[in-house]
């Protein structure tokens, strides 16, 4: 199981929808502790990294070209993989999330993923699914990535990070996780300064 499967009981049965920002958990008030979760000003634009992932990371070819794919930074990508399935393909939560990206099966079939568990396709999902939350949270980093575990509208609802434990940890270490894969990748970069660098492509994305 993914470290960030361990969930309370009341968020695992939301889960299953939260990607859509819909389910019981839509409807729970937790205004009273808004105020809890971290404020953040990271921006995707402030945080592109090398176009390329430091040898060893697993299916670092397939999650660049992913990320390239859907003007995703890779490091964000490799970083969000990480932490939902540890780089294991059949990968699987109690509330009903598969593969690499961890997408529900609503969620996946939105996105045009016929086969959660192939790596190409769930990694193609993940990383649209993450392009189209950043940019309905205007680049924010650490709101397309509450929003990509709790669902947007838990996000929209709190002005920001929800007040789970389980999305703020979720937060912390994928962009933890990120930072990680940028630096490792940092000395290969500086030694090709002949190498384009990687520009997202900013394509849009559309379920």
Do not use: H
């Amino acid at each position: 199981m993914p470290a960030q499967q361990a969930k309370p009981a009341a968020f695992s049965a939301a889960l299953a929808t939260a990607q859509a920002g819909t389910g019981a958990g839509a409807n729970t008030n937790f205004a009273a502790l808004a105020s809890t979760a971290p404020a953040t000003a990271t921006t995707a634009a402030a945080a592109t990294g090398a176009s390329e992932l430091p040898a060893g990371t697993p299916y670092a070819a397939e999650i660049t070209a992913a990320a390239k794919a859907n003007g995703v930074d890779p490091a964000l990508l490799a970083g969000l993989v990480k932490q939902e399935s540890g780089f294991k393909p059949d990968a699987g939560s109690p509330a009903g999330a598969r593969g690499l990206t961890q997408l529900m099966p609503a969620t996946a079939a939105g996105l045009g993923v016929q086969n959660v568990l192939d790596p190409v396709q769930n990694l193609n999902g993940g990383a649209k699914y993450l392009k189209q939350q950043l940019d309905a949270f205007g680049g924010d980093i650490a709101k397309a990535l509450a929003a990509y575990n709790a669902g947007p509208g838990a996000v929209k609802r709190f002005g920001g990070i929800p007040p789970y434990a389980e999305t703020q940890n979720y937060v912390r270490i994928v962009q933890q996780n990120a930072a990680s894969f940028r630096t490792a990748s940092a000395p290969a970069a500086a030694a090709a300064p002949s190498a384009t660098p990687y520009s997202p492509s900013n394509q849009p994305s559309e379920i």
